[in-house]
């Protein structure tokens, strides 16, 4: 199995596969994507981090979900599928979501 099949299997970019693939495949992987969005919004309303650079609470609640529960399931997904972690980097935008800020 590779990037290629899950892709013509679940559809869409590689993220997108791979967060079809958990919501099909793993037994609570619907439940907790869907709190991840529900995460998000409160998160991205709050600005994602504080004016000294640190995550906001919100934040904070959003990375510990996707830390220790989204990210364990992706990781299942891409060892059954086999596809290299390496890949992840260069297809997830998400690890640039820190804004930059301009000092005054």
Not at 12 to 19: E, Q, S, T, V
Not at 23 to 28: C, N, T
Not at 54 to 63: G, I, L, M, S, V
């Amino acid at each position: 199995m590779s990037e290629k099949k899950i892709r013509e299997k679940y559809g869409g970019k590689l993220a997108k596969a791979i967060n079809r693939a958990i919501r099909a495949e793993i037994p609570g992987g619907n439940a907790a994507l869907d709190k991840l969005t529900q995460l998000a919004g409160p998160a991205l309303h709050s600005g994602w981090y504080d004016s000294s650079g640190n995550p906001t609470p919100e934040a904070a609640n959003y990375f510990k979900h996707k830390h220790n529960v989204v990210d364990k399931m992706e990781a299942t997904i891409r060892n059954k599928w086999s596809i290299p972690v390496t890949q992840r980097k260069a297809d997830n935008k998400s690890d640039k979501r820190r804004p930059n800020r301009k000092k005054r």
